[in-house]
């Protein structure tokens, strides 16, 4: 509002039907807007994790972009024979390990394989081993409190 539409004790003086309602609706409209963007920006600069989040990210991509260039340099700038040596040896280190761990096996006692099998199970199972263990003992300490008041 202008001072013009006003009077002289501060109240809007009276404006002819029609014109100045949908005129007063859009301004009021406008305002909303622009209030709700700027609640908006001041929430997203508030925001410190989900900035922290955005900074993450773009740091991770620019990393593995780097890290690919680098990559590429490197297996452009190797002489081809170093790269199919490179490769042989590869092949060699993992069929070394793979006798390795044929010859572990038939050297373990078949006991101790067992508990190793045994521990690698529980492990794959913790979750539901614990969960049984804790409703164990919920139960034993639900009985002996009963025991008690007997």
Request: net charge positive; proline share 5%.
């Amino acid at each position: 509002m202008n001072d013009d539409a006003r009077t002289n004790i501060g109240t809007p003086a009276p404006t002819p039907a029609g014109s100045g309602s949908a005129e007063l609706r859009d301004q009021v409209e406008r305002t909303r807007d622009e209030l709700g963007r700027t609640v908006e920006a001041l929430a997203a600069k508030a925001d410190i994790k989900a900035q922290a989040k955005e900074r993450a990210a773009l740091v991770t991509e620019q990393i593995r972009e780097k890290t690919g260039h680098a990559a590429r340099l490197v297996k452009d700038k190797t002489p081809d024979p170093l790269l199919e040596k490179a490769a042989q040896a590869a092949e060699q280190m993992e069929e070394t390990a793979a006798k390795a761990a044929r010859y572990a096996t038939d050297q373990t006692p078949d006991p101790l394989l067992e508990k190793a099998g045994q521990a690698a199970a529980a492990r794959a199972n913790r979750t539901p081993l614990l969960v049984v263990g804790a409703a164990v003992v919920v139960f034993l300490l639900v009985r002996r409190g009963r025991g008690h008041r007997r």
